[in-house]
């Protein structure tokens, strides 16, 4: 129980103390109150022994004098010492002991400075040396409860005290989760089984942060990213020398959570590469029926039955994720093409954790090391692939053609169907040059249609591509020809399906998003006739493209010549292309879309954004794979390459091989087209640096 007298009532006077030879006193000393005694006066100021055994002058401001407390008897340095010593252990105990809440509590009500001795009257009923250095000394070191202000102490408000209260616990449990982490990090690197627990992920993300060269716009963050960063690398041994990005990546490497080739383009654009729990689980539950009896009556009764009529896939032989199928029907007055895609809205449902999870993602990426799914495996090369033998729901685009290949007209349904066989492009090529009829008639017909759209202004731009792979232990490039016979009839049959699909959402006036390009840039300066055909000519026409763009009105699209087009074909890569797919179902249900195009804008804005960074992470990650393989390749090997520009400071040149362009210092002039043989110098994929010479 506190005594009945209360700081309210006449509280004793501290007693004034002029400096004597043996008063006790208190100063800061870096932080830390330091105890001394008086020994002697020195001009203005006074000469004390510390309890350290030092002798020091400090100017009498600096000082606090303690009450009651006469050393002048310890006339050795020794016994000064040992004096100073026994009290410090004294105010110790007192302040140890002391329960600065309770104190707070007892006077916080009148907010006023108070000084040490008063505080000690009304809370002690006496004002003691060591009582009264005791309190003192837990006050100050306490912090939360009352603020300092020279020799006074006064209480907080209470919404002060709760608000500091809060940022003493949040900075407890972040040294705690420090802590924590550093003690992870370090069974981390005998046992990288070990799973980083739930309350350490943000801690580690935070060095993932710094090893990408993520900017934060938060500062505190940052500072604390760069404190952690230096902690983590002190404790488990990397070298203080390196930039603070590698250091970070190092630390990450050490405890197998990095390995050398990890993404930090995934991590830089926030890309999320796993599957939640809740989604996968729901992936789980789909399961397509085998047989077409066994789908919903009311499926039946809405779709075709085009199960019967010959469907094929043309992929690569590497893909697993088929969603487009083409079919070909002799007719009595021509031909009719069919277009399929697989249907997802069938099996995805909008709100689903599946669907949140794929929204979130927005498309799938395809790495050398890796491919990150927009929808789980077992969705995406499973239960939705339109794998061959088995029934799928589809979408399709179905097109009644002359037998001059002209369109006569096109209708977009519902239907079922099963594929028949699996091309690769390498085996449609083949079958092609071996005469097979109705690959033929569909490469003539793709032709036909590009050869209206080149009639119409479209623009043919011919660019060499090399897919980076991992075979055997090593990268190996997988080099795409575009302009290949069977790349072109898949790619003529999708841009077709696109156009028809735009066609049936304008006329019935359904939300979608079309994509639009301007007018190439017209040339201001007279045309190079005189740069040779290849890759410099091509760069050349590529550069003078403008950047396509995304409306709910329809657009003209100038690179494919059409005036409406929209993305609809591969609903299991990209959100935007479900969402379409689910306006076009819903309406062929119901006569009514399944979204506003109030509601559908926020969503497609969402998705944009989330497109470009998946788009600069994807261009980011084959650009560190094709200079690892220039790595791997070995410096000082000879490579080819072709200028493909010459106003800039230095020349840009393209390299052969993995077909993307440079810089390069050169002594010589050098004139568009020309064919250069360079030598990679130096390259550090990590750091996109690459050097020729």
Not at 269 to 274: N, Q, R
Not at 568 to 587: G, K, M, N, W
Request: glycine share 4%; net charge negative; aromatic share 6%.
């Amino acid at each position: 129980m506190f005594p009945k007298n209360s700081p309210k009532s006449a509280p004793a006077k501290s007693p004034v103390l002029d400096p004597a030879i043996g008063a006790v006193v208190q100063y800061d000393d870096d932080g830390q109150l330091m105890l001394a005694v008086v020994t002697g006066t020195k001009k203005d100021k006074l000469t004390l022994i510390n309890i350290r055994g030092r002798e020091i002058e400090l100017a009498k401001g600096r000082l606090y004098f303690l009450p009651a407390k006469d050393l002048s008897a310890a006339s050795t340095l020794t016994a000064r010492v040992e004096a100073l010593t026994k009290l410090a252990d004294e105010i110790e105990r007192e302040a140890s002991k002391l329960d600065v809440p309770e104190v707070w509590s007892f006077l916080h009500e009148e907010i006023r400075p108070y000084t040490v001795s008063e505080i000690c009257q009304a809370y002690f009923g006496g004002d003691d040396c060591a009582r009264h250095a005791g309190l003192r000394v837990a006050i100050i070191r306490e912090r939360i409860h009352f603020k300092r202000d020279k020799d006074s102490l006064e209480p907080r408000p209470l919404a002060v005290v709760e608000e500091l209260r809060r940022a003493e616990d949040a900075k407890a449990r972040k040294k705690a989760l420090r802590d924590s982490a550093l003690e992870f990090l370090s069974a981390r690197r005998s046992d990288p089984s070990r799973e980083i627990p739930v309350d350490l992920r943000d801690a580690i993300y935070l060095l993932e942060e710094v090893a990408a060269s993520v900017g934060h716009t938060d500062p505190a963050r940052q500072k604390e990213a760069r404190e952690f960063t230096h902690l983590c690398a002190e404790h488990v041994g990397v070298p203080e020398s390196l930039p603070l990005e590698k250091r970070a990546f190092d630390v990450l490497q050490k405890a197998h959570i990095f390995n050398e080739h990890t993404n930090l383009s995934f991590i830089r654009h926030e890309i999320p590469v796993g599957h939640g729990v809740k989604a996968l689980a729901e992936a789980g539950r789909i399961s397509l029926p085998e047989k077409l009896e066994d789908f919903p009556a009311e499926e039946r009764a809405f779709r075709r039955d085009l199960t019967r009529v010959p469907t094929f896939t043309i992929d690569d032989a590497s893909t697993r994720d088929m969603d487009d199928a083409l079919s070909l029907e002799q007719t009595r007055d021509g031909w009719e093409l069919g277009i399929h895609i697989t249907d997802v809205s069938f099996a995805i449902k909008p709100g689903t954790a599946l669907d949140e999870s794929a929204r979130r993602r927005a498309t799938s990426l395809y790495c050398a090391d890796q491919t990150v799914n927009m929808l789980p495996e077992s969705v995406s090369e499973g239960q939705l692939s339109l794998l061959a033998g088995v029934i799928r729901p589809t979408l399709s685009v179905l097109v009644t053609l002359t037998p001059a290949f002209e369109i006569v007209s096109s209708v977009v349904t519902t239907a079922f169907i099963k594929v028949a066989r699996r091309y690769s492009y390498d085996e449609v090529d083949e079958a092609l040059e071996d005469g097979d009829a109705t690959l033929l008639l569909l490469h003539d017909i793709a032709a036909a249609c590009e050869e209206r759209r080149i009639r119409k202004g479209a623009i043919r731009v011919h660019k060499r591509d090399a897919v980076p792979f991992f075979e055997n232990g090593s990268i190996r490039l997988l080099e795409i020809d575009e302009d290949a016979p069977s790349r072109m009839l898949v790619s003529e049959m999708m841009v077709l399906a696109n156009m028809l699909m735009a066609e049936f959402a304008a006329k019935n006036g359904l939300p979608v998003m079309y994509r639009g390009q301007e007018r190439p840039i017209e040339e201001t300066a007279p045309a190079t006739t005189d740069t040779p055909e290849g890759p410099a000519k091509d760069f050349s026409a590529r550069t003078k493209l403008k950047k396509s763009s995304v409306s709910f009105e329809p657009q003209y699209h100038a690179g494919l010549a059409l005036d409406a087009y929209i993305q609809a074909t591969s609903p299991i890569r990209r959100f935007i292309d479900l969402c379409h797919q689910r306006q076009f179902v819903e309406y062929l249900k119901s006569g009514k879309p399944w979204m506003s195009r109030e509601e559908f804008e926020p969503l497609a804005a969402e998705l944009d954004l989330s497109l470009q960074a998946a788009n600069l992470a994807s261009r980011e990650t084959k650009r560190y794979w094709l200079l690892r393989y220039l790595e791997q390749r070995g410096r000082g090997k000879p490579i080819e390459c072709t200028v493909v520009r010459t106003d800039l400071k230095s020349p840009l040149v393209e390299l052969d091989e993995v077909y993307f362009t440079t810089l390069v210092r050169l002594q010589n002039k050098v004139k568009l087209g020309d064919r250069l043989t360079l030598k990679v110098t130096a390259v550090d994929p990590h750091t996109d640096y690459l050097r020729l010479g």
